[in-house]
């Protein structure tokens, strides 16, 4: 149910946490840098085409220093390792798409190509997905 007195921090704080264990400061950066830059968009339409005004080059200068901060910080074949490279997988997948964006705007058909050769081998990645288990509360899980 709705609860108007969540201390919001402390539940980020939880998940974060719990999802990400020794990367949850890199990690909860990460994504307060991306929900930035979203709500200083002077528009968003859910538009790809939108994302070159709101992933700006410093926006994704920022991100790549926070997962490259939580990739060091994960332990070696933790189940947290596989959840940063979740986000990793995104954030290539992001800059390949910008910059094949680019490279369309800039009528370069070449360079367009090899950035959507990225794109569709990131893309190929097994899916990683969340599985709801009673233990979620103590354990979360994750399957790939």
Request: some cysteine; overall charge negative.
């Amino acid at each position: 149910m709705w609860n108007p007195a969540l201390d919001v921090d402390a539940t980020l704080d939880d998940y974060f946490s719990r999802f990400y264990g020794p990367a949850a400061r890199p990690m909860r950066t990460h994504f307060e840098i991306l929900e930035s830059a979203i709500q200083k968009a002077d528009y968003h339409t859910g538009n790809v085409f939108d994302m070159p005004y709101i992933l700006t080059p410093k926006v994704m200068d920022k991100m790549k220093i926070t997962l490259q901060q939580a990739e060091n910080l994960a332990i070696d074949d933790s189940i947290y390792v596989r959840r940063v490279n979740m986000i990793r997988i995104g954030y290539d997948y992001g800059v390949a798409n910008l910059a094949m964006m680019a490279a369309v705007k800039n009528f370069d058909s070449v360079l367009a190509k090899e950035q959507l050769d990225l794109t569709t081998n990131i893309s190929c990645v097994p899916c990683i997905c969340l599985v709801y288990s009673p233990e979620f509360d103590t354990k979360p899980l994750l399957c790939s």
